[in-house]
């Protein structure tokens, strides 16, 4: 399906305002890591900011579109090896819109540890761990597109991918959903190490409790994609406030 000027336009607006978002919500490593988004309507073209730029000076039209062969198609700036190394064969094999991958910091912690598992001990985790997968072995920095397969492999059909020694990346049908989802996963991840850290034993739901709270409510007000629309525009208009410019 041809997408038109507009939905390119919101694509590349919403994931600079991720990167963004990022600075904001303390997710990112300054010009590390990366976010990458299908171009609408195409195969094999992925829209990512180039390397060297802050993500807090990620602008709409700094966004270059790269293809699997590792060619910068449009836009000025380089593409780094392991966003290509990573995001493009997840792309391909997952069929995922949108793949953000970080090494922030409260998920890191979990995954420095022996058992990394995030433990549905939280309302908020509940609603997260059957959806993660786990990769327990760290390979070194990704420097081909095997790694990404590999890790494609990992992930499934799951939409989180904790990465052992590494970080996490998650992935998504939208911007608004995949960071939503990677800003969640912080926040339970930062609760179960400060839990972790008073030496005192966990309060574990049971799988029964997870499934009940997992589970889709039609009494709900909102759907959750329109839950998902409505947290990305709130943050978009706090990003309008404290860290303007990105929709240039």
Not at 91 to 99: E, L, M, P, Y
């Amino acid at each position: 399906m041809t997408a038109t000027h507009d939905e390119i336009r919101q694509a590349r607006i919403h994931l600079a305002a991720a990167n963004r978002l990022a600075v904001y919500d303390d997710l990112e490593e300054g010009i590390d890591n990366h976010f990458t988004m299908r171009v609408p309507g195409q195969e094999d073209r992925y829209l990512v900011l180039p390397f060297g730029l802050h993500w807090s000076e990620a602008r709409a039209s700094d966004l270059i579109v790269f293809n699997e062969a590792g060619d910068v198609l449009e836009g000025k700036g380089t593409l780094e090896l392991s966003a290509l190394s990573i995001h493009a064969p997840l792309h391909r094999i997952t069929g995922a819109s949108v793949i953000l991958h970080t090494h922030q910091t409260w998920a890191l912690a979990l995954n420095m540890l022996e058992d990394n598992r995030l433990l549905p001990c939280s309302q908020t985790a509940a609603f997260l761990t059957r959806s993660i997968a786990y990769d327990d072995e760290y390979t070194g920095i990704a420097n081909s597109l095997s790694e990404g397969e590999r890790l494609a492999s990992a992930l499934g059909d799951k939409k989180i991918l904790f990465m052992k020694n590494h970080g996490v990346l998650v992935v998504g049908d939208t911007v608004a959903q995949a960071y939503r989802r990677l800003y969640k996963l912080e926040r339970a991840s930062r609760a179960q190490v400060l839990a972790m850290s008073t030496g005192r034993p966990l309060a574990v739901l049971d799988e029964g409790m997870v499934k009940k709270v997992d589970a889709p409510n039609p009494r709900n007000s909102h759907s959750q994609a329109e839950r998902e629309a409505l947290y990305f525009a709130a943050m978009m208009r706090v990003l309008d406030r404290e860290m303007p410019g990105y929709a240039d």
